[in-house]
């Protein structure tokens, strides 16, 4: 039997699994305006970020790419821009692309509303008009093919090569063979493992590219200077039970399964083939979750074997946890139990289905434990100092 989602057809083909109003600003110096509508408890989904002032080059770039993607995401239906008015990211070019895809858009200046109180209640009534608008759409059965999962792991430790990324990994089959596209990320964290998930890519043009994209990493460690280790593996992971960077890459590719690689994109992204995808981004959790939401992820599966709360304003993200004592210890924060693989209640694959099932039921609008939590963390790398 076929299994399908019910989910929120945009224009631009693509289908949601939430239907958000996104109040997303340029700048640092807008944030104001969106912690305020977040102290008034708004029901929008709201960014912040530390980017876009004094930015050029390739760092402009990457700052208006994930904020451009955040603002194009399937779970989007609508955004607000909140602008300063003199920063170097300017909004047009998000408006612009947000309406290209068919969504609403709105930019907001502070300067233009003599500060931050009229730019508030500009921005508030901009939103709540968008929501009014976004209320009558209605959902549609939706092939699993339309899926774009993203791959996380954080936290991890000893069990999660064993448990939960495996069980991932087969969800993660399962999801390709159903036509959906999954995407694993973290670069730096196959490190010592790329060639396992180079050798079973059909493209020779693909494996060369899996291949240069960890060279590059290895190449940007030995430039610095400076020791890895501390940050691959971090100290919870070697606490858990890690102890080389080859072991923790060992366990974080199995997520990824066994299909083979399609294609690898650039941190925020789109992918443009369906199947097993990698995304070249940082090691760091909340980076990649912001850049797999970016290039077009409706939803993401985070395992972890120390605990984490973390979450997104614009993905939902489910947390499968590695290790019966932290599915006990950390349980408002976790979806799935796979600690019940290390104890020898379940299989793999009895968990894979589970992870699998779970991720429709969300799919459908059941929301996560992170979405409960209200954890909606967001971040962007910098790549170069300010100017």
């Given amino acids: ?63 208006e790419r994930m904020l451009s993607g955040a603002a194009t995401n399937p779970n989007v239906g609508a955004v607000v821009i909140v602008s300063l008015g003199c920063e170097s990211n300017q909004p047009e070019a998000i408006a612009e692309r947000a309406e290209r895809h068919g969504r609403k858009a709105e930019i907001v200046r502070i300067q233009d509303h003599g500060g931050v109180t009229g730019a508030y209640e500009h921005v508030k009534a901009c939103a709540e008009r968008f929501a009014l608008e976004l209320s009558g759409s209605t959902t ?17 430790d000893s069990w999660s090569g064993l448990t939960a990324n495996p069980a991932l990994g087969w969800a993660s089959d399962q999801l390709v063979a159903a036509g959906a596209t999954v995407v694993l990320a973290e670069t730096p964290e196959l490190i010592g493992a790329e060639h396992l998930l180079a050798e079973r890519a059909g493209d020779p043009d693909v494996r060369e590219r899996i291949l240069r994209a960890v060279e590059r990493w290895e190449e940007h460690a030995q430039r610095t200077g400076v020791d890895v280790r501390g940050g ?12 080389t960077i080859e072991e923790k890459s060992f366990g974080a590719v199995q997520k990824g399964g066994t299909s083979p690689p399609v294609e690898v994109v650039d941190m925020g992204m789109r992918p443009t083939r369906r199947g097993l995808v990698l995304m070249d981004t940082p090691g760091q959790d909340i980076e990649q979750v912001t850049a797999m939401a970016a290039g077009g992820a409706q939803l993401v599966c ?86």
Avoid at 3 to 17: A, Y
Avoid at 147 to 153: A, I, K, R, Y
Avoid at 372 to 383: D, Q, T, V, Y
Wanted: charged share 20%; hydrophobic share 40%; net charge negative.
């Fill in 302 to 387: 985070f395992t972890t074997g120390r605990g984490t709360p973390t979450g997104s304003p614009i993905v939902p993200v489910l947390k499968i946890s590695s290790n019966p004592r932290t599915s006990v210890m950390f349980g408002e924060h976790i979806d799935v139990d796979a600690g019940r693989i290390a104890t020898g209640d379940a299989s793999v694959s009895e968990v894979g289905e589970e992870i699998l099932a779970a991720i429709i039921a969300v799919a459908d609008g059941q929301r996560t434990a992170a979405e409960r939590g209200k954890h909606r963390e967001f971040a962007i790398p910098r790549l170069w100092s300010s100017f």
């Fill in 1 to 63: 039997m076929t299994r399908t989602f019910d989910g929120h057809v945009r224009d631009d083909g693509t289908v949601g699994v939430r239907n958000h109003v996104l109040v997303v600003p340029t700048v640092v110096c807008a944030n104001a305006v969106v912690e305020r509508l977040d102290r008034d408890g708004t029901p929008f989904m709201l960014v912040t970020h530390q980017h876009g002032c004094g930015q050029v080059g390739d760092d402009l770039m990457l700052t």
């Fill in 232 to 243: 691959q593996p971090a100290p919870g992971n070697i606490a858990g039970g890690l102890s």
């Fill in 140 to 156: 549609e059965p939706t092939p699993l093919s339309e899926l774009v999962v993203g791959l996380e792991c954080g936290g991890s």
